[in-house]
Every structure is written in C-alpha cells, then in structure tokens.
C-alpha cells in the first residue's frame, strides 16, 4: 500500500495542493482510504484461499480471451506508470546535480536488481526498508508550520473551489487513478501467494493493508497541505503541471533543505513503486502464461519470468530520456489512465470474490459487494463526467 503513493502519486498529490489548495481535496484523500482498503483487502482473501495469482485465476475461470484482456490491460497500465516513477527519480536525483542519463540507468540497474537478485523474503524486507522513506514528506510538511486554522476548514466545509470543472474533474480522478489502480490489484494478490500465506494469515493479511492504507492516506495528506500551504495562491499555480516549477517554488519559499527533502522523496517513491511494479508485471505474466512466476527462483532456472519487468523497466527509463517530453502532463495522464482502466479490473474482482467453488466460507459478504458496486459505478460516472468534459468543454 505504500507502493501506491509511488513518484506519479506524489507529483499528483503536489499539483493538486498547487491547484486547488486544501477546500476539497484533504477529505476527499481521507475519504479514498477506505476505498482502497476495500478493494486490496479482496486480494488478500483472494490469494490466501485459492493460492492463484490474479492473472492465473481470471484465465482458468473466463478463457484465453478475457486473460489476455486483463494481461494486456495490466500489461499497458504498468508500462505507462512505470515511466512516471522514472520521471520522479531523474526529476529527484536532478536537485542533486546527477544528469538523468546516470539517474536513469541506476534506476533501472537498483530496481532490476532487486527484481532478479533477491528471493521473496529479503526482497520484501528490502522493499519495506525502501518504503519507509515515504515518511519524509511528513516532517517535510511540518517544517514550515502550515495554516492549522485552514487544515480545519477543509474538513468542515468540504467544496469544490471554483465549481465543477474540466480541469477540476481531471484532477480528481488523477487522484483516484494514484489511490486504486489496477497494478495494486495484480501485485498484492501475487504477492501473498509468492509468500506463501494461507487462510489462517488472512487477518494479518488484513492489518498488514490497514497499516498500509493509514500510512498512505497520512503521507499524501502530508503532501497536499505542504503545497496547498507553500504553493497554493500563487501567481500560476492554478495552472501548474510541471513538477520542476514546484520544487523550484518550495525551495524559495522553504528553503534548499525543504527541495532535497521533497526531491529524496520523491526518489524514494518512484524506486519502491517501480519495484512492485516490475514484480507485478512479471508475476501477471507468468501466472497467464503458465510460466515461472516466482521470486524465489533463480535467473537461470526463470529468467522468462524476470524479462517482462525488466524489459518494461528499460522501456520506461527510455521514454524519460526522449528530450522535451511533457512529463508533468504525462504523470497525470497516466493517473487518469488508471481509473478509466478500473472499473474492468474491479468487475472480474468481484465475480470471482463471489465464486463459491473458490472462495467457500470466504466469499464477499453482502455489504462488500454493495460498498464495491459503489466504487464501480462511482468510477463509471467520474469516467463518464471526463469523457463528456472532453468532448463537450464547455458544458461543465
């Protein structure tokens, strides 16, 4: 779960305080928390009870068709979200003076490494270690005292400034893209059969994601008052979608200190979102493939399980490198990207949590089903709202 505060959630969450400061945005996240422990908390149970990857189980029980349906769909998604996470390691390592060429190539070298050189356990400690990290955006915040009084505010009148919005409603699901997507679906589900748990660890199953969600939600908190406080109100902010512009402005008004911080940040999130990335789409293809899909096994033995994450990690550092890129725009492209692809991934979610031939005793509980039909059509409909805002601008 701290995965998903990965490099383009970061920067997403840094636009959105610059946007729109903290009127709508501090309990929307808050709100998105439960959303997400919802949605993982079925992989949990899912992975512990059939001991199938998520890719596995939707090919054996809906066909080669709507396997590779959801392969190609995790397949595109992870690639897209991959070159965020390389965007804000070369964007990071930047304030420390490192070309991003250099930065670009360890990226791929730490992350592949990890992939390839660790088995489960120490690669998960090594990923937890790395995730800790995330926590630097929490003194960061408070650093600067940030306007408690309008922090209060936020969650009393909850509005949206300045109305609904094409703009505004791209920025929402961008948020929403950043807090579930599908990557997250494939990589926890994978995750807990590589480990081994079974259906007596579903609880700890359970907190472990609880944990994860708390953290998450409390670190993009962190980072939308930092920049709703520091960045917000100022000339062009409502505009900004360049990362580079934002921790230029946070070192004149924080000072150098505040930039490398933001910037370690930032790095952290883009290494650790990249490694359950790379490990996501390796797993999703070897389980669809019926292929090595384990990290316990060694790169002679399974190196057609490790090549789809590395392959798709060299792909994503190239596209950093291509000059003049609009990575700003790009990172939260991708974010929208993400909800828009949802909804599907949620549907075969659903339909197996409810299978009883696999789950048994654990299948979704009524409310469960319902709380997760609403997520589903929410989606839909902020789907629905952006398409019409595309194509009709001026009729929101």
Known sequence: ???????????????????????????????????????????????????????????????????????????????????????????????????????AAGGVLL??????????????????????GNFLFVPLALMVPPHWAEVARAFGTWTIPGGLTPAFVFLAIANLGTTIAPWQLFFQQSSVVDKGLTVRDIRAGQIDTAMGVTATVIVALAIVVLTGTWVHGLPGSAQQMDIQELLNVLDNRIGPLGERLFALGLVEAGVIA????????????????????????????AWRFYLPGILSAVVAAAIVLIPHAPLGFLNLTVQVVATIFMPAAMLFL??????????????????QNWATGLVVGGLVVINGVYGLSVVFPHLI
Request: aromatic fraction near 12%; charge should be negative.
């Open 1 to 103: 779960m701290i995965a998903d505060n990965d490099a383009g959630g970061v920067i997403t969450y840094a636009q959105t305080g610059a946007s729109y400061g903290l009127g709508f945005y501090l309990p929307f996240l808050v709100l998105l928390g439960p959303v997400a422990y919802l949605v993982q908390e079925m992989t949990v149970r899912l992975g512990a009870v059939t001991g199938r990857g998520h890719a596995e189980l939707i090919w054996g029980r809906y066909g080669p068709f709507w396997g590779a349906f959801s392969l190609i769909d995790l397949v595109v998604a992870n690639g897209l979200t991959l070159v965020t996470e390389f965007v804000g390691i070369t964007l990071g390592l930047a304030v420390f003076g490192i070309p991003v060429l250099w930065s």
């Open 350 to 367: 659903l339909l197996l949590l409810n299978d009883g031939e696999l789950m048994g005793d654990h299948v979704n509980r009524p409310w």
């Open 111 to 132: 992350v592949c490494g990890v992939l390839v050189g660790l088995k489960y356990y120490t690669w998960e400690r090594v990923a937890l270690i790395i995730a800790s």
């Open 274 to 301: 990249a490694i359950a990335i790379t490990a996501s789409t390796s797993w999703a293809t070897g389980e669809a493939l019926n292929r090595e899909k384990s990290l316990n096994l060694p790169l002679r033995v």
